[in-house]
Protein backbone atom coordinates (compact mmCIF):
# COMPACT_ATOMS: atom_id res chain seq x y z
CA UNK A 1 0.00 0.00 0.00
CA UNK A 2 1.82 3.43 -0.77
CA UNK A 3 1.08 6.47 1.23
CA UNK A 4 -0.88 8.20 -1.22
CA UNK A 5 -3.67 5.21 -0.13
CA UNK A 6 -3.91 6.24 3.39
CA UNK A 7 -7.01 7.61 4.81
CA UNK A 8 -6.53 11.44 6.94
CA UNK A 9 -8.63 12.55 9.35
CA UNK A 10 -9.23 16.01 9.63
CA UNK A 11 -9.05 17.53 13.41
CA UNK A 12 -11.14 20.74 14.41
CA UNK A 13 -10.38 24.03 13.54
CA UNK A 14 -6.53 25.08 12.87
CA UNK A 15 -5.82 28.23 10.73
CA UNK A 16 -3.64 28.49 7.46
CA UNK A 17 -0.72 30.35 8.30
CA UNK A 18 1.89 31.78 5.59
CA UNK A 19 4.73 29.34 6.09
CA UNK A 20 8.11 31.57 5.75
CA UNK A 21 10.08 28.62 5.41
CA UNK A 22 12.32 28.51 2.03
CA UNK A 23 13.84 31.55 3.56
CA UNK A 24 16.31 29.28 5.63
CA UNK A 25 16.60 26.21 3.73
CA UNK A 26 18.53 27.59 0.45
CA UNK A 27 21.86 26.88 2.13
CA UNK A 28 23.55 23.85 3.50
CA UNK A 29 23.74 23.09 7.04
CA UNK A 30 26.53 24.45 8.72
CA UNK A 31 28.00 23.38 12.04
CA UNK A 32 28.90 26.20 14.90
CA UNK A 33 31.98 26.52 16.00
CA UNK A 34 32.88 25.94 19.71
CA UNK A 35 31.61 28.80 22.26
CA UNK A 36 34.00 30.08 25.20
CA UNK A 37 31.62 29.84 27.62
CA UNK A 38 28.49 27.70 27.57
CA UNK A 39 25.66 28.45 30.05
CA UNK A 40 23.97 25.10 30.69
CA UNK A 41 20.46 25.40 32.64
CA UNK A 42 19.73 22.66 35.11
CA UNK A 43 15.50 22.78 33.84
CA UNK A 44 15.51 22.22 30.14
CA UNK A 45 13.07 19.58 30.52
CA UNK A 46 9.77 18.98 31.63
CA UNK A 47 10.14 17.93 35.27
CA UNK A 48 12.48 19.24 38.43
CA UNK A 49 15.72 20.84 37.41
CA UNK A 50 18.54 18.83 37.39
CA UNK A 51 20.86 18.63 40.52
CA UNK A 52 24.74 19.54 40.00
CA UNK A 53 27.34 16.87 40.20
CA UNK A 54 30.68 18.65 39.55
CA UNK A 55 31.74 21.94 41.19
CA UNK A 56 33.33 24.88 40.51
CA UNK A 57 36.72 25.32 39.09
CA UNK A 58 36.14 21.14 38.04
CA UNK A 59 37.56 19.81 35.06
CA UNK A 60 35.06 18.15 32.55
CA UNK A 61 35.53 16.38 29.36
CA UNK A 62 33.12 16.19 26.64
CA UNK A 63 30.20 14.08 27.19
CA UNK A 64 30.21 14.21 31.06
CA UNK A 65 27.28 14.04 33.02
CA UNK A 66 27.49 17.71 34.94
CA UNK A 67 23.79 17.04 36.26
CA UNK A 68 21.11 14.52 36.83
CA UNK A 69 17.74 13.70 37.54
CA UNK A 70 16.77 11.01 39.80
CA UNK A 71 12.74 11.78 39.48
CA UNK A 72 11.43 9.57 36.63
CA UNK A 73 9.99 12.33 34.95
CA UNK A 74 13.63 14.21 34.49
CA UNK A 75 16.30 14.04 32.26
CA UNK A 76 20.38 14.40 33.01
CA UNK A 77 22.67 17.26 32.29
CA UNK A 78 25.93 16.43 30.34
CA UNK A 79 28.91 18.56 29.26
CA UNK A 80 28.61 19.70 25.65
CA UNK A 81 32.28 19.82 25.65
CA UNK A 82 35.67 19.88 27.90
CA UNK A 83 36.83 22.74 29.81
CA UNK A 84 36.89 24.02 33.54
CA UNK A 85 33.27 24.69 35.86
CA UNK A 86 33.16 28.48 36.08
CA UNK A 87 29.89 29.28 37.55
CA UNK A 88 27.57 27.28 39.25
CA UNK A 89 24.64 29.62 40.26
CA UNK A 90 21.67 31.93 38.29
CA UNK A 91 22.18 33.18 35.13
CA UNK A 92 19.42 34.76 32.00
CA UNK A 93 17.98 31.57 30.78
CA UNK A 94 15.24 31.68 27.60
CA UNK A 95 12.32 31.54 29.11
CA UNK A 96 8.97 33.71 28.87
CA UNK A 97 9.72 35.63 32.27
CA UNK A 98 12.82 36.68 31.36
CA UNK A 99 14.02 35.94 34.65
CA UNK A 100 17.19 34.17 35.86
CA UNK A 101 17.71 30.61 36.85
CA UNK A 102 20.00 27.94 38.16
CA UNK A 103 22.77 27.24 35.54
CA UNK A 104 26.07 25.90 34.89
CA UNK A 105 28.65 28.11 33.37
CA UNK A 106 31.47 25.75 31.21
CA UNK A 107 34.68 27.78 30.01
CA UNK A 108 35.64 25.56 27.26
CA UNK A 109 39.36 24.46 27.03
CA UNK A 110 39.20 24.68 23.00
CA UNK A 111 40.40 20.81 23.48
CA UNK A 112 37.00 19.34 22.54
CA UNK A 113 38.10 16.32 24.20
CA UNK A 114 35.75 13.05 25.28
CA UNK A 115 38.52 11.68 27.35
CA UNK A 116 36.60 8.58 28.86
CA UNK A 117 33.17 9.88 29.12
CA UNK A 118 31.49 8.71 25.78
CA UNK A 119 28.67 5.82 26.83
CA UNK A 120 30.53 2.70 25.21
CA UNK A 121 28.48 2.20 21.82
CA UNK A 122 26.20 -0.81 21.39
CA UNK A 123 27.08 -2.64 18.35
CA UNK A 124 24.53 -5.39 17.98
CA UNK A 125 21.67 -2.34 18.42
CA UNK A 126 19.24 -3.65 16.15
CA UNK A 127 18.17 -6.57 19.05
CA UNK A 128 18.92 -4.16 21.43
CA UNK A 129 16.59 -5.32 24.28
CA UNK A 130 13.72 -2.59 25.03
CA UNK A 131 15.17 -2.03 29.00
CA UNK A 132 18.77 -2.01 28.09
CA UNK A 133 17.29 1.10 25.34
CA UNK A 134 15.19 3.17 27.53
CA UNK A 135 18.11 2.76 30.58
CA UNK A 136 20.60 4.29 27.46
CA UNK A 137 18.17 7.17 26.60
CA UNK A 138 17.66 7.70 29.93
CA UNK A 139 21.21 7.96 30.40
CA UNK A 140 21.30 10.30 27.69
CA UNK A 141 19.35 12.76 28.89
CA UNK A 142 17.30 12.26 25.62
CA UNK A 143 13.86 14.66 25.60
CA UNK A 144 11.61 15.41 22.58
CA UNK A 145 12.87 17.81 20.30
CA UNK A 146 9.95 19.24 18.56
CA UNK A 147 9.69 21.83 21.19
CA UNK A 148 8.21 20.35 24.40
CA UNK A 149 11.26 18.50 25.59
CA UNK A 150 9.45 15.73 27.44
CA UNK A 151 12.10 13.03 28.74
CA UNK A 152 11.88 10.07 25.80
CA UNK A 153 12.38 7.50 27.76
CA UNK A 154 9.03 7.97 29.52
CA UNK A 155 7.40 7.47 26.67
CA UNK A 156 9.40 4.29 25.86
CA UNK A 157 8.16 2.37 29.07
CA UNK A 158 4.63 2.60 28.43
CA UNK A 159 2.01 1.26 31.15
CA UNK A 160 1.04 -2.35 31.23
CA UNK A 161 -2.76 -1.05 30.24
CA UNK A 162 -1.54 0.76 27.26
CA UNK A 163 -1.12 -1.69 24.37
CA UNK A 164 0.98 0.48 21.74
CA UNK A 165 -0.26 -0.94 18.44
CA UNK A 166 1.15 2.66 16.21
CA UNK A 167 4.45 4.01 16.49
CA UNK A 168 4.04 8.03 14.95
CA UNK A 169 6.53 10.08 13.82
CA UNK A 170 6.35 13.62 13.46
CA UNK A 171 7.64 15.17 10.58
CA UNK A 172 4.82 17.72 10.45
CA UNK A 173 6.85 20.82 11.59
CA UNK A 174 3.66 23.13 10.84
CA UNK A 175 5.00 26.38 12.66
CA UNK A 176 6.21 29.27 10.20
CA UNK A 177 9.78 30.01 10.12
CA UNK A 178 10.80 26.75 11.78
CA UNK A 179 12.67 23.89 9.16
CA UNK A 180 15.46 22.07 11.54
CA UNK A 181 13.10 19.19 11.20
CA UNK A 182 12.91 19.53 7.70
CA UNK A 183 16.72 20.06 6.66
CA UNK A 184 17.35 17.09 9.50
CA UNK A 185 15.13 15.15 7.32
CA UNK A 186 16.75 16.16 3.95
CA UNK A 187 20.10 15.32 5.11
CA UNK A 188 20.18 13.10 7.82
CA UNK A 189 16.73 10.76 6.55
CA UNK A 190 19.21 7.79 7.29
CA UNK A 191 19.54 8.35 10.76
CA UNK A 192 16.39 9.13 11.65
CA UNK A 193 15.04 5.44 10.08
CA UNK A 194 17.68 3.70 12.28
CA UNK A 195 16.28 6.10 15.06
CA UNK A 196 12.93 5.01 14.36
CA UNK A 197 13.71 1.23 14.21
CA UNK A 198 14.90 1.63 17.77
CA UNK A 199 11.98 2.72 18.96
CA UNK A 200 9.73 0.36 16.92
CA UNK A 201 11.98 -2.25 18.98
CA UNK A 202 11.23 -1.10 22.31
CA UNK A 203 7.55 -0.66 21.68
CA UNK A 204 7.26 -3.73 19.41
CA UNK A 205 3.96 -1.47 17.70
CA UNK A 206 1.99 -2.98 14.74
CA UNK A 207 2.40 -0.20 12.21
CA UNK A 208 4.57 3.13 12.21
CA UNK A 209 3.32 6.12 10.51
CA UNK A 210 5.38 8.94 9.52
CA UNK A 211 3.77 12.29 9.16
CA UNK A 212 5.36 14.72 7.03
CA UNK A 213 3.38 18.17 5.47
CA UNK A 214 3.09 18.11 1.95
CA UNK A 215 5.11 21.27 2.27
CA UNK A 216 8.35 19.39 2.54
CA UNK A 217 8.54 17.60 -0.74
CA UNK A 218 12.29 16.74 -0.27
CA UNK A 219 12.07 15.89 3.10
CA UNK A 220 9.40 13.06 1.85
CA UNK A 221 11.57 12.22 -0.99
CA UNK A 222 14.76 11.46 1.37
CA UNK A 223 13.08 9.72 3.91
CA UNK A 224 11.41 7.77 1.14
CA UNK A 225 14.62 7.21 -0.11
CA UNK A 226 16.32 6.33 3.01
CA UNK A 227 13.14 4.23 4.16
CA UNK A 228 13.90 2.00 0.51
CA UNK A 229 11.64 -0.79 0.01
CA UNK A 230 10.94 -1.14 3.55
CA UNK A 231 7.91 0.89 3.06
CA UNK A 232 4.72 -1.77 3.92
CA UNK A 233 1.64 -1.62 5.00
CA UNK A 234 3.31 -1.90 8.58
CA UNK A 235 5.72 1.19 7.93
CA UNK A 236 4.26 4.59 5.84
CA UNK A 237 5.30 7.74 5.33
CA UNK A 238 2.29 9.57 4.84
CA UNK A 239 2.50 13.39 3.45
CA UNK A 240 -0.55 15.19 5.74
CA UNK A 241 -2.16 18.82 4.89
CA UNK A 242 -0.22 22.41 5.74
CA UNK A 243 -2.76 23.24 8.30
CA UNK A 244 -1.12 24.56 11.85
CA UNK A 245 -1.13 22.80 14.22
CA UNK A 246 -1.31 20.07 12.17
CA UNK A 247 2.18 18.78 14.49
CA UNK A 248 0.75 19.03 17.60
CA UNK A 249 0.74 15.45 19.22
CA UNK A 250 -2.89 15.09 19.67
CA UNK A 251 -3.80 16.73 16.26
CA UNK A 252 -1.38 14.46 14.18
CA UNK A 253 -2.75 11.15 15.86
CA UNK A 254 -6.09 12.56 14.91
CA UNK A 255 -4.80 13.15 11.48
CA UNK A 256 -3.01 9.53 11.04
CA UNK A 257 -5.16 7.38 12.81
CA UNK A 258 -8.93 8.85 13.34
CA UNK A 259 -8.22 8.07 17.18
CA UNK A 260 -9.20 11.32 19.64
CA UNK A 261 -6.79 11.41 22.66
CA UNK A 262 -8.89 11.55 25.80
CA UNK A 263 -9.36 14.45 27.97
CA UNK A 264 -6.33 15.04 29.69
CA UNK A 265 -4.61 11.69 28.88
CA UNK A 266 -1.94 10.87 26.56
CA UNK A 267 -1.14 8.93 23.03
CA UNK A 268 -0.84 5.99 24.92
CA UNK A 269 -4.08 5.96 25.92
CA UNK A 270 -5.42 5.29 22.46
CA UNK A 271 -2.33 2.77 21.70
CA UNK A 272 -0.46 5.39 19.91
CA UNK A 273 3.38 6.60 21.17
CA UNK A 274 4.59 9.91 19.07
CA UNK A 275 8.31 10.74 18.12
CA UNK A 276 9.49 13.74 17.00
CA UNK A 277 12.05 13.20 13.90
CA UNK A 278 14.59 14.98 15.67
CA UNK A 279 13.99 12.77 18.66
CA UNK A 280 15.00 9.96 16.88
CA UNK A 281 18.24 11.14 15.49
CA UNK A 282 19.34 12.05 19.17
CA UNK A 283 18.43 8.15 20.43
CA UNK A 284 20.50 6.80 17.44
CA UNK A 285 23.79 8.35 18.53
CA UNK A 286 23.28 7.77 22.09
CA UNK A 287 22.91 3.86 20.88
CA UNK A 288 24.80 3.54 18.02
CA UNK A 289 27.58 6.12 18.83
CA UNK A 290 27.78 6.72 22.34
CA UNK A 291 26.54 10.31 22.60
CA UNK A 292 24.55 11.86 25.04
CA UNK A 293 22.35 14.95 23.99
CA UNK A 294 24.53 17.82 24.40
CA UNK A 295 24.30 19.47 20.66
CA UNK A 296 20.98 19.96 18.35
CA UNK A 297 19.55 21.28 15.27
CA UNK A 298 18.50 25.35 15.30
CA UNK A 299 16.81 27.08 12.83
CA UNK A 300 18.13 30.80 12.45
CA UNK A 301 15.59 33.29 10.62
CA UNK A 302 13.44 35.68 10.15
CA UNK A 303 14.32 39.16 8.27
CA UNK A 304 16.05 40.38 10.85
CA UNK A 305 19.18 38.49 10.10
CA UNK A 306 21.37 38.86 6.61
CA UNK A 307 21.31 35.46 6.39
CA UNK A 308 18.81 32.93 7.55
CA UNK A 309 20.06 29.10 7.76
CA UNK A 310 20.38 26.02 9.89
CA UNK A 311 22.83 25.21 12.15
CA UNK A 312 24.06 22.22 14.48
CA UNK A 313 24.64 24.09 17.73
CA UNK A 314 26.55 23.01 21.09
CA UNK A 315 24.12 23.35 23.63
CA UNK A 316 24.54 26.10 25.72
CA UNK A 317 25.74 28.76 23.23
CA UNK A 318 24.59 32.28 23.60
CA UNK A 319 22.26 32.89 20.70
CA UNK A 320 24.42 36.05 19.92
CA UNK A 321 26.70 33.45 18.57
CA UNK A 322 24.38 32.15 16.64
CA UNK A 323 23.02 35.57 15.24
CA UNK A 324 26.28 36.58 13.84
CA UNK A 325 26.91 33.37 12.33
CA UNK A 326 23.33 34.23 10.29
CA UNK A 327 25.46 37.36 9.30
CA UNK A 328 24.36 39.60 11.85
CA UNK A 329 21.27 42.02 12.68
CA UNK A 330 19.65 43.70 10.34
CA UNK A 331 19.43 47.72 11.39
CA UNK A 332 15.64 47.37 12.44
CA UNK A 333 14.68 44.42 14.28
CA UNK A 334 12.21 44.62 16.60
CA UNK A 335 11.89 41.20 18.45
CA UNK A 336 14.23 38.28 19.18
CA UNK A 337 11.59 35.54 19.57
CA UNK A 338 13.15 31.90 20.50
CA UNK A 339 10.60 28.92 18.53
CA UNK A 340 7.55 29.83 16.60
CA UNK A 341 5.75 33.05 15.79
CA UNK A 342 2.79 31.38 17.37
CA UNK A 343 3.68 29.06 20.55
CA UNK A 344 7.69 30.88 20.88
CA UNK A 345 8.04 34.06 23.19
CA UNK A 346 10.50 36.79 22.99
CA UNK A 347 13.81 37.01 24.55
CA UNK A 348 14.85 39.77 26.36
CA UNK A 349 18.27 39.70 25.31
CA UNK A 350 20.71 37.42 23.06
CA UNK A 351 22.76 36.46 25.59
CA UNK A 352 20.46 33.73 27.07
CA UNK A 353 21.67 30.12 25.93
CA UNK A 354 20.36 27.61 23.09
CA UNK A 355 18.51 24.80 25.21
CA UNK A 356 17.51 21.12 24.33
CA UNK A 357 14.29 22.46 22.99
CA UNK A 358 15.87 25.42 21.60
CA UNK A 359 14.28 24.84 17.95
CA UNK A 360 14.31 28.12 16.62
CA UNK A 361 15.43 31.66 16.67
CA UNK A 362 13.35 34.39 14.89
CA UNK A 363 14.99 37.56 14.31
CA UNK A 364 11.29 39.83 13.44
CA UNK A 365 11.71 43.14 11.98
CA UNK A 366 8.88 45.65 12.84
CA UNK A 367 6.89 44.62 9.69
CA UNK A 368 6.67 41.17 10.48
CA UNK A 369 5.46 41.74 14.14
CA UNK A 370 2.22 41.37 14.15
CA UNK A 371 0.83 44.71 16.10
CA UNK A 372 -2.72 44.05 17.37
CA UNK A 373 -4.71 46.82 18.25
CA UNK A 374 -6.08 47.28 21.98
CA UNK A 375 -7.64 45.44 23.78
CA UNK A 376 -11.41 45.27 23.43
CA UNK A 377 -14.35 43.76 25.58
CA UNK A 378 -14.95 39.83 24.00
CA UNK A 379 -18.05 40.48 21.57
CA UNK A 380 -18.75 36.67 22.15
CA UNK A 381 -18.27 36.30 18.06
CA UNK A 382 -16.90 32.36 18.59
CA UNK A 383 -14.30 32.44 16.21
CA UNK A 384 -11.67 31.78 18.50
CA UNK A 385 -14.31 28.18 19.16
CA UNK A 386 -14.16 27.65 15.22
CA UNK A 387 -10.25 27.83 15.03
CA UNK A 388 -9.47 26.02 18.51
CA UNK A 389 -7.77 22.47 17.38
CA UNK A 390 -8.81 21.15 20.75
CA UNK A 391 -12.42 21.41 20.42
CA UNK A 392 -12.22 23.87 23.75
CA UNK A 393 -14.34 26.79 24.58
CA UNK A 394 -11.59 29.74 24.69
CA UNK A 395 -13.96 32.32 25.51
CA UNK A 396 -15.61 30.60 28.47
CA UNK A 397 -11.51 29.42 29.94
CA UNK A 398 -10.61 33.67 29.19
CA UNK A 399 -13.87 34.46 31.25
CA UNK A 400 -12.73 31.78 34.30
CA UNK A 401 -9.14 32.55 34.10
CA UNK A 402 -9.37 36.31 34.32
CA UNK A 403 -12.11 36.04 37.08
CA UNK A 404 -9.17 33.76 38.86
CA UNK A 405 -11.87 30.85 38.88
CA UNK A 406 -9.67 28.09 38.47
CA UNK A 407 -11.94 25.53 39.52
CA UNK A 408 -14.35 26.05 36.83
CA UNK A 409 -11.35 26.94 34.28
CA UNK A 410 -10.11 22.84 34.93
CA UNK A 411 -13.79 22.06 34.54
CA UNK A 412 -13.84 23.04 31.22
CA UNK A 413 -10.36 21.44 30.28
CA UNK A 414 -7.91 24.11 30.30
CA UNK A 415 -5.13 21.42 30.72
CA UNK A 416 -6.59 19.94 27.30
CA UNK A 417 -5.30 23.87 25.61
CA UNK A 418 -1.90 23.06 24.07
CA UNK A 419 -1.04 26.53 23.45
CA UNK A 420 -0.90 27.33 19.91
CA UNK A 421 -2.45 30.98 19.61
CA UNK A 422 -5.07 29.83 16.86
CA UNK A 423 -7.70 31.76 19.06
CA UNK A 424 -5.76 34.90 20.00
CA UNK A 425 -5.04 34.94 15.96
CA UNK A 426 -8.54 35.30 15.06
CA UNK A 427 -9.85 37.35 18.13
CA UNK A 428 -11.17 40.67 16.61
CA UNK A 429 -11.27 41.74 20.18
CA UNK A 430 -7.43 41.81 20.11
CA UNK A 431 -7.60 40.01 23.55
CA UNK A 432 -4.54 38.19 24.72
CA UNK A 433 -5.91 34.73 25.07
CA UNK A 434 -2.61 31.72 25.65
CA UNK A 435 -1.32 34.43 28.26
CA UNK A 436 -4.56 34.37 30.24
CA UNK A 437 -4.04 30.78 29.81
CA UNK A 438 -0.93 30.18 30.89
CA UNK A 439 -1.61 32.58 34.02
CA UNK A 440 -4.58 30.70 35.09
CA UNK A 441 -2.03 26.99 34.68
CA UNK A 442 0.83 28.51 36.39
CA UNK A 443 -1.48 29.53 39.22
CA UNK A 444 -2.90 26.00 39.15
CA UNK A 445 0.53 24.30 39.21
CA UNK A 446 1.74 26.88 42.12
CA UNK A 447 -1.19 26.32 44.17
CA UNK A 448 -0.86 22.62 43.64
CA UNK A 449 2.98 22.40 44.75
CA UNK A 450 2.03 24.84 48.21
CA UNK A 451 -0.64 22.08 48.56
CA UNK A 452 2.02 19.17 48.33
CA UNK A 453 4.20 20.62 50.01
CA UNK A 454 1.37 21.27 53.39
CA UNK A 455 0.52 17.69 53.15
CA UNK A 456 4.59 16.93 53.37
CA UNK A 457 4.46 19.17 56.22
CA UNK A 458 1.51 17.23 57.89
CA UNK A 459 2.68 13.81 57.11
CA UNK A 460 6.47 14.82 58.51
CA UNK A 461 4.41 16.12 61.77
CA UNK A 462 2.16 12.79 62.05
CA UNK A 463 5.54 10.99 61.78
CA UNK A 464 7.44 12.30 64.26
CA UNK A 465 3.97 12.81 66.39
CA UNK A 466 4.33 8.51 65.58
CA UNK A 467 7.40 8.15 66.51
CA UNK A 468 7.27 10.19 69.69
CA UNK A 469 4.49 7.94 70.82
CA UNK A 470 6.19 5.06 69.29
CA UNK A 471 9.38 5.64 71.89
CA UNK A 472 7.33 6.55 74.80
CA UNK A 473 5.60 3.12 74.47
CA UNK A 474 8.52 1.21 74.18
CA UNK A 475 9.99 2.65 77.07
CA UNK A 476 7.18 2.06 78.86
CA UNK A 477 7.53 -1.65 77.88
CA UNK A 478 11.09 -1.41 79.26
CA UNK A 479 10.08 -0.37 82.70
CA UNK A 480 7.13 -2.93 82.85
CA UNK A 481 9.56 -6.30 81.53
CA UNK A 482 12.33 -4.53 84.26
CA UNK A 483 9.80 -4.44 86.86
CA UNK A 484 8.51 -7.98 86.25
CA UNK A 485 11.90 -9.27 86.34
CA UNK A 486 12.80 -7.56 89.55
CA UNK A 487 9.48 -9.59 90.75
CA UNK A 488 10.76 -13.03 89.54
CA UNK A 489 13.92 -12.18 92.21
CA UNK A 490 10.86 -11.52 95.13
CA UNK A 491 10.79 -14.17 98.04
CA UNK A 492 8.85 -17.29 96.99
CA UNK A 493 6.23 -18.86 98.48
CA UNK A 494 8.30 -22.13 99.74
CA UNK A 495 10.22 -19.67 101.85
CA UNK A 496 12.77 -18.73 99.61
CA UNK A 497 14.81 -15.21 100.12
CA UNK A 498 17.09 -13.34 98.56
CA UNK A 499 20.70 -13.17 100.36
CA UNK A 500 20.59 -9.27 100.05
CA UNK A 501 17.26 -8.76 101.80
CA UNK A 502 18.43 -11.71 103.87
CA UNK A 503 21.49 -9.92 105.40
CA UNK A 504 19.48 -6.14 105.00
CA UNK A 505 17.10 -8.48 107.46
CA UNK A 506 19.32 -9.82 109.99
CA UNK A 507 20.79 -6.36 110.26
CA UNK A 508 17.84 -4.77 111.46
CA UNK A 509 16.57 -7.32 113.49
CA UNK A 510 20.34 -6.87 115.77
CA UNK A 511 19.78 -2.78 115.42
CA UNK A 512 16.54 -3.54 116.70
CA UNK A 513 17.44 -6.25 119.75
CA UNK A 514 20.28 -3.74 120.88
CA UNK A 515 17.91 -0.73 121.01
CA UNK A 516 15.52 -2.97 123.32
CA UNK A 517 18.25 -4.02 125.05
CA UNK A 518 19.48 -0.48 126.17
CA UNK A 519 15.91 -0.11 126.56
CA UNK A 520 15.99 -2.56 129.41
CA UNK A 521 18.97 -1.24 131.14
CA UNK A 522 17.72 2.58 131.05
CA UNK A 523 14.33 1.00 133.14
CA UNK A 524 16.45 -0.82 135.85
CA UNK A 525 18.12 1.91 136.73
CA UNK A 526 15.83 4.25 137.25
CA UNK A 527 13.52 1.97 139.87
CA UNK A 528 15.40 2.78 143.06
CA UNK A 529 14.81 6.34 142.91
CA UNK A 530 11.36 6.14 142.11
CA UNK A 531 10.58 4.28 145.19
CA UNK A 532 12.20 6.46 147.52
CA UNK A 533 10.20 9.55 146.15
CA UNK A 534 7.24 7.75 146.97
CA UNK A 535 8.11 7.32 150.88
CA UNK A 536 8.81 10.62 151.30
CA UNK A 537 5.46 12.27 150.16
Known sequence: MTASSHTLWRFHGGVKLPDHKAESTTEPVAAAPLPQRLILPLRQHIGEAAVPVVKRGEHVKKGQLIARSDTYVGAHLHAPTSGRIALIGDQPVPHPSGLSAPCIVIEADGEDDWGDSRMPPIEDYRNIDPVKLRNRVRDAGIVGLGGAAFPSAVKLNPRPHQKIDTLVINGAECEPYITCDDMLMRTQAETVIAGMHLVRRALKPERCLIGIEDNKPEAIRAMTEALGGEERDNIRIVPIPSIYPTGGERQLVRVLTGREVPSEGLPADVGVVCHNVGTLAAIYRAVVLGEPLISR?????????????????????????????????????????????????????????????????????????????????????????????????????????????????????????????????????????????????????????????????????????????????????????????????????????????????????????????????????????????????
Open 297 to 537: LVTVTGSGVHRPRNLQVYLGTPVADLIALAGGYTDDVERLIMGGPMMGFALASDAVPIIKGGNCIIAARAADVERPGPVMPCIRCGECVKACPAGLLPQQLYWFSRARDFDKAQEYSLFDCIECGCCAHVCPSNIPLVQYYRFAKNEIWSQERERRQAEAAKQRHELRRERLEREEREKAERMKRKQAAAQQTAPTADGGEDPKQAVIRAALARAQARKAEQAAQDTTAAAPASENDNENR
